[in-house]
């Protein structure tokens, strides 16, 4: 299938790589299937830093994402269980968890959000935006400094 995105151009996916957000995403409540694309110019041994959650539906809508153990170690929201239960049985092998980043034109301003992340079953492909419930989970938690040392780390 062809998809058409703002940032790569025209790409060909397979059905397999489609996720579903039965709700869609905060702001985008009507775009309900996604992709996540990665920018293999820059991919290292170590995987990528940033990806992108890119709409199949709208080409111009392309989130950058962040695995939240990347920017905060001790990342470990609390969730009510019942917004989880329409992904299906979530294990330690097919969850997967992203962060939304802001990157504004002074990148050292650059923030995650920690308070609505992105969760995604990889096995039924179903994915849901939540609200946690940590009271200390920041909206805008900076991040600049964390990815610069991760990139010193590997090299970039």
Partial sequence: MLVKTKGFGEI???EDKIITFDNGIMGFEDYKKYTILYNI?????KGNTISWLQSIEEPALA???INPLLVKEDYNP???DDVLKP?????DDN?????SITVPSD???????LKAPFIINSDSKKACQIIV????????YPIYETIKKLKEKKGE
């Fill in 12 to 14: 060909d996916l397979n």
């Fill in 41 to 45: 110019e820059n991919e290292s041994e």
């Fill in 63 to 65: 989130l950058p994402v």
């Fill in 78 to 80: 609390t969730v009510n």
């Fill in 87 to 91: 992904l299906g049985e979530l294990t």
């Fill in 95 to 99: 969850l997967l968890v992203l962060l």
């Fill in 107 to 113: 990148l050292e301003k650059m923030t995650a959000n």
């Fill in 133 to 140: 419930e940590n009271q200390d989970y920041e909206v805008k």
